[in-house]
């Protein structure tokens, strides 16, 4: 069991480093096949700098990884303009990996202010299992039974998936 926190975040970043080095080291090589694309575990998929290795590119829709695992440069894709924020705003720098693809994930410190001045109107809740609430002005909101509904539907697709043969096309299609 590892204690320094240092080194706990390190081992992802090591462990996608060398993913991804050993996937361009494969393209360079020209192996046939399948070129070995980063895998990435289940429990670490996602590697996070806080405030050193990585800085912005010179294009706005780019951010360079400078660490030690060599990733690169990434092209990062949407609406936003990275230049438009400081370098101090930018506080972290995340690579997570969902099933759908890698995604960039920044972190930016934003000073917010909301102005709210009191109504002087208090309203009083009462939370049941029978209504979802109920205010003092006797207003009722109804409880969704999203449990029992989907008891019903899972008991059903439960029955049509035990009629069918283990190991068959159609029993895993379902």
């Avoid at 050193?52 to 660490?67: F, M, V, Y």
């Avoid at 709210?116 to 969704?144: C, F, H, Q, W």
């Amino acid at each position: 069991m590892l204690t320094n926190s240092t080194q706990w975040l390190d081992l992802p970043a090591e462990r996608a480093g060398s993913s991804i080095s050993r996937f361009y080291h494969n393209c360079k090589k020209g192996y046939p096949g399948k070129k070995g694309y980063p895998q990435f575990q289940k429990n670490c998929r996602s590697v996070e700098y806080k405030s050193t290795g990585w800085k912005l590119a010179s294009d706005p829709k780019s951010i360079n990884l400078t660490d030690s695992k060599e990733i690169g440069r990434l092209k990062l894709k949407g609406t936003r303009d990275l230049h438009f924020y400081s370098l101090g705003q930018i506080k972290r720098v995340r690579l997570v990996k969902p099933e759908d693809g890698v995604y960039v994930q920044i972190c930016i410190e934003v000073d917010k202010q909301e102005n709210t001045e009191p109504s002087g109107n208090t309203i009083g809740l009462d939370v049941a299992s029978k209504e979802y609430y109920t205010d003092s002005n006797r207003v009722m909101v109804e409880n969704s039974r999203f449990l029992r509904q989907g008891k019903k539907v899972l008991k059903r697709c439960h029955g049509i998936v035990s009629r069918r043969i283990k190991g068959s096309k159609n029993r895993g299609s379902r």
